[in-house]
């Protein structure tokens, strides 16, 4: 709070200082610092960014868990990585200034915080633009003034829609070809030799399953996921590709174990972050929670069940065209947003998990598989 008293006496000055540095936009950086699915559906703003100035460079301030996603992107000029202990304390802060010393004309905040919405007006960055939240604002509305633009951002709008909205501040004109712009993913080539070497039956179609969730609260629990898998094998002809973390392997050894060896492929810890494109890419269908391998399956284009839980789906949700969302049915769903995402349930009792409806994530499998299997048939015919 301290910091937010002396900026705003010091403000007079610091707004002659930044007025004096208006120039054209040719350097920007874009502070996203959320996890990987907030990354992957705010990956149109450095596209929009890229068609509408092409001679502008493009800095992204992002979380370490992105940097190997990022990296594959043609819309990145250079990465710069949020350290550990993030922007907490005056050394959080101080390291910010320095990053902004190097000179910017604008930044763009997806990811808003105090620290982020104060230090470019110390510095003087000319063109100071942000998303502005709808939930949990304490404070941070004092330091909204030092702005040049703020989006808000709002009930029943798509977080995407608004970071690209928000590009107005940067003079970027807005219109339906960029708020249409798809989310992206891309994976290092080397991704293919170790997908060749999967022990899979080339006839059958590859289901992926996704078993957790970077966000603990939205994960099925594992009786869930092995009546989910158990349904898979028996009702359809697929393979089932087990797609998580290290911390998802012991799931995935029990599923291994109590199904069909033949029918089940456990991947799970196994592919780098930067290479997963490539095995989401050859699956036939996903099918997961609102997770980060939810959207970068939909992002590439694979046909994606997601089961939202708690996750709100007005903010962020799947956006492909062969994307299903279901919904979670409980009287206190969602309760997780955009700027208030909470890692444990308020009741305890993680209801909408606790209630998803399994037969359906395999129904609308099914209704995927039938369908591609038709489209097949009138290729061949």
């Known amino acids: 709070m301290i910091y937010l008293v002396l900026t705003w006496l010091a403000a007079p000055i610091l707004w002659c200082i930044a007025a004096r540095r208006r120039r054209p936009t040719n350097r920007v950086l874009v502070i996203q610092t959320a ?57 959080g802060k101080r390291w910010l200034l320095k990053q902004l010393a190097e000179g910017y004309d604008g930044v763009l ?35 909204w003034p030092f702005l040049t633009h703020g989006e808000p951002h ?22 339906a070809a960029l708020l249409a712009l798809p989310n992206e993913a891309r994976g290092v080539p080397n991704g293919m030799a170790r997908l060749d070497k999967l022990p899979t039956d080339k006839s059958r179609p590859l289901v992926g399953f996704g078993l957790g969730a970077g966000n603990r609260m939205k994960a099925l629990d594992p009786s869930q996921i092995e009546a989910f898998a158990s349904q898979i094998i028996k009702r359809t002809e697929s393979i089932l590709v087990l797609i998580g973390t290290e911390a998802d392997r012991a799931t995935a050894d029990t599923l291994s174990t109590y199904l069909q060896y033949d029918r089940v492929v456990d991947t799970t810890g196994q592919w780098p972050l930067d290479e997963l494109p490539i095995l989401l890419k050859a699956l036939d269908c996903f099918v997961g929670v609102d997770s980060g391998a939810t959207y970068l399956a939909d992002a590439l284009g694979v046909p994606v069940v997601d089961f939202m839980g708690p996750a709100d789906a007005a903010d962020q949700r799947p956006i492909g065209k062969r994307a299903i969302v279901i919904h979670s049915t409980e009287p206190c769903a969602p309760c997780s947003h955009a700027f208030d995402a909470p890692y444990a349930c308020r ?34 015919e």
Do not use: Y
């Open 109 to 143: 905040i997806l990811s808003p915080n105090l620290t982020n919405l104060l230090v470019p007006f110390w510095v003087g960055v000319p063109k100071r633009v942000s998303v502005l939240a709808d939930r949990r604002r304490g404070s941070v509305r004092l330091a």
């Open 347 to 380: 009741f305890g009792t993680r209801a909408c998990i606790a209630h998803a409806p399994i037969e359906r994530l395999v129904d609308e499998v099914l209704r995927i598989l039938k369908t591609q299997a038709e489209i097949v048939k009138v290729d061949h």
């Open 154 to 175: 709002r009930v029943g709008q798509l977080f995407r829609e608004t970071a690209l909205r928000a590009l107005v501040g940067l003079g970027v004109n807005v219109d």
């Open 35 to 91: 996890k990987i699915g907030d990354f992957i559906a705010t990956t149109p703003v450095f596209r929009a960014l890229r068609i509408r100035h092409p001679g502008m460079e493009i800095v992204a301030l992002l979380h370490p868990v992105n940097i190997p996603l990022a990296k594959q992107l043609d819309t990145i000029d250079r990465i710069v990585t949020l350290p550990k202990h993030g922007f907490k304390g005056w050394n």
